[in-house]
């Protein structure tokens, strides 16, 4: 019990449970990768000989997981999918699985998820958007789950975030439409409930209409889920609104393209009788005819980056650090001058 | 320790432990939904006074986390994500969540993500294609994982499916391009090393053309991974070939994306010059002009009745009962008799 006794070695463990000091080691560093008996015959051994000094780190390293959970609202669509590659390779770089579960854009339902995750014991967790219930950021400080936010950046909100500005890229965006002459613009928007984003897009028009000095008439706003049939629907609605929107602005390129199809099924031209802008810059907004002018997202390079982040937050390094990423405006041929 | 000591009940272990008997019932049915500290408090006293007479049940009950794991070769361009919503839907209907990982097509990748998932607790694995070592197989046994294969039918092998004949449904298409009049045909399929559909789909394609009396000849294979870009790489490679083919089937949907962009690209008309086909009817191929005729899978129909056979499988009902989704070939615009 004095001073004077020789610590035990790796080896020691090793000897005293039957197994190579790799797997001694495997078991205190990614204890997810030895099956449960060996695991716990080495732990065992562990305790018997005391080999770590340092209890809390013992237990630190024995309940790191080297996975991480990720909630998106959705797997439809392909609107979070090159992002969270992008995160999952960067992930791997570093050691790490990703464990993903989506929410269909449902608070109650994200709830339950981050429950479940937390549970099967990730070692952090990526959020899209900072939207939700204060008591859920309480549950994850209690747990010790760090949290990064992605697709959103607040620099002022209580989660660190690796983002976009929504807010400020729609703004841009509507700007451009109002350059070009448009005075009569409608807004197809996802949800805005629970949902920053789509919400900082609709406050980027109205920035915009106010800079330039339009009253709030100019703008007339659907709200809809995201899909590329309602977007269609959407569409179809603001085309019997008086008066007729010369600029169809989409919440995100999913919309756009629902949009898009139904102008074509209407026999309404784009861009000659009506403009058609999206957001996002997804596979499909250059494949679409006409290709969608909208605002491009690097979702691989926030994918990467929020990676970097959330690792340096689970290994200790980071509190958690916000960083914007620049969007830009991507013209192609859905958005010209109105007609008259 | 006689057998005329009265058993404990539900109401001794909560009072016991200091919680609600819900709370007892909710620790060994869904342990997941309780905090560490109540359960390992509920636990200690279900010990104490060996409330469950059967021990196997109760760890069987504890180890229940009515969570379920699916493993999807990549959350990219939609290909998996329909059938993958409906997959979840129908377990969260039955009170179970979904934790996903993506491979990226790489077997090595996803032997770790299996790894993970099992490690993590999940009560159940979704995987898919039958094409993997058998290693892989034997684990997931001795560690009493049931896993339902997805996205490919094969009654023969060794692990149960609900899924659709790859090689019917392609062949079908074939025959279709043959009716047409092509006997130049170009196939671009996915790689088919460690990917049973995308083998199935050129083996329908050959039996197609061996029950039509048509040589190996009639037909020039390229293989790529799958993605926008490739198909688009594949097709411009194809028309260099001679004889240059006057259809080119792709082994999915976003592969042909890809083979008609370039064709626009290279001022081919599609389908005048050219026929293309697709398989999976994502939504893409509804959109894109002309749109693509393909093979539907009923992704929605596959993914509810997987998570159906998945669960009981779980909660001990079925051994592992195989299904064939039946598919039908949709006639769109990419697809017409050949000029000469």
């Not at 109650?108 to 995750?117: A, F, M």
């Given at each position: 019990?004095?001073?004077?006794?020789?610590?035990?070695?790796?080896?020691?463990?090793?000897?005293?449970?039957?197994?190579?000091?790799?797997?001694?080691?495997?078991?205190?560093?990614?204890?997810?990768?030895?099956?449960?008996?060996?695991?716990?015959?080495?732990?065992?051994?562990?305790?018997?000989?005391?080999?770590?000094?340092?209890?809390?780190?013992?237990?630190?390293?024995?309940?790191?997981?080297?996975?991480?959970?990720?909630?998106?609202?959705?797997?439809?669509?392909?609107?979070?999918?090159?992002?969270?590659?992008?995160?999952?390779?960067?992930?791997?770089?570093?050691?790490?699985?990703?464990?993903?579960?989506?929410?269909?854009?449902?608070?109650?339902?994200?709830?339950?998820?981050?429950?479940?995750?937390?549970?099967?014991?990730?070692?952090?967790?990526?959020?899209?958007?900072?939207?939700?219930?204060?008591?859920?950021?309480?549950?994850?400080?209690?747990?010790?789950?760090?949290?990064?936010?992605?697709?959103?950046?607040?620099?002022?909100?209580?989660?660190?975030?690796?983002?976009?500005?929504?807010?400020?890229?729609?703004?841009?965006?509507?700007?451009?439409?109002?350059?070009?002459?448009?005075?009569?613009?409608?807004?197809i928007s996802g949800v805005t409930e629970g949902n920053d984003r789509a919400l900082s897009r609709v406050e980027g028009v109205r920035d915009a209409l106010a800079k330039a000095g339009h009253g709030a008439e100019t703008m007339t706003l659907i709200e809809t889920p995201y899909g590329i049939d309602n977007g269609a629907r959407a569409f179809a609605e603001m085309m019997q609104r008086n008066p007729r929107p010369t600029a169809v602005m989409c919440?995100?390129?999913?919309?756009?393209?629902?949009?898009?199809?139904?102008?074509?099924?209407?026999?309404?031209?784009?861009?000659?009788?009506?403009?058609?802008?999206?957001?996002?810059?997804?596979?499909?907004?250059?494949?679409?005819?006409?290709?969608?002018?909208?605002?491009?997202?690097?979702?691989?390079?926030?994918?990467?980056?929020?990676?970097?982040?959330?690792?340096?937050?689970?290994?200790?390094?980071?509190?958690?650090?916000?960083?914007?990423?620049?969007?830009?405006?991507?013209?192609?041929?859905?958005?010209?001058?109105?007609?008259?």
């Amino acid at each position: 019990m004095g001073k004077s006794r020789t610590a035990p070695t790796l080896n020691d463990v090793a000897k005293e449970a039957g197994v190579s000091t790799a797997t001694v080691s495997r078991c205190l560093n990614s204890p997810a990768r030895v099956v449960d008996e060996t695991r716990k015959r080495v732990l065992k051994a562990v305790d018997k000989l005391g080999y770590t000094p340092n209890i809390a780190a013992r237990i630190m390293a024995a309940n790191r997981s080297y996975s991480i959970g990720a909630i998106i609202p959705t797997m439809d669509n392909a609107i979070f999918a090159r992002g969270l590659q992008a995160f999952q390779d960067q992930l791997r770089e570093k050691g790490y699985s990703l464990l993903v579960a989506s929410s269909a854009y449902r608070p109650e339902i994200e709830k339950d998820q981050i429950r479940t995750l937390v549970a099967r014991g990730v070692d952090g967790l990526l959020l899209i958007g900072h939207e939700r219930k204060h008591e859920i950021y309480d549950y994850l400080e209690q747990h010790q789950v760090p949290a990064l936010v992605a697709w959103s950046y607040m620099p002022e909100a209580r989660q660190p975030s690796v983002g976009f500005d929504n807010r400020g890229a729609m703004c841009d965006l509507a700007r451009r439409v109002l350059a070009a002459g448009h005075r009569h613009i409608g807004l197809i928007s996802g949800v805005t409930e629970g949902n920053d984003r789509a919400l900082s897009r609709v406050e980027g028009v109205r920035d915009a209409l106010a800079k330039a000095g339009h009253g709030a008439e100019t703008m007339t706003l659907i709200e809809t889920p995201y899909g590329i049939d309602n977007g269609a629907r959407a569409f179809a609605e603001m085309m019997q609104r008086n008066p007729r929107p010369t600029a169809v602005m989409c919440g995100n390129d999913v919309l756009a393209v629902g949009a898009l199809r139904e102008a074509q099924s209407l026999g309404i031209s784009v861009p000659g009788e009506v403009a058609i802008t999206g957001f996002d810059d997804i596979e499909l907004a250059e494949i679409i005819s006409p290709s969608l002018t909208t605002v491009h997202v690097p979702h691989r390079e926030m994918g990467r980056k929020a990676a970097s982040e959330l690792i340096d937050m689970v290994e200790g390094r980071s509190a958690g650090q916000s960083t914007c990423i620049s969007t830009h405006i991507v013209s192609r041929h859905s958005l010209v001058a109105p007609k008259n």
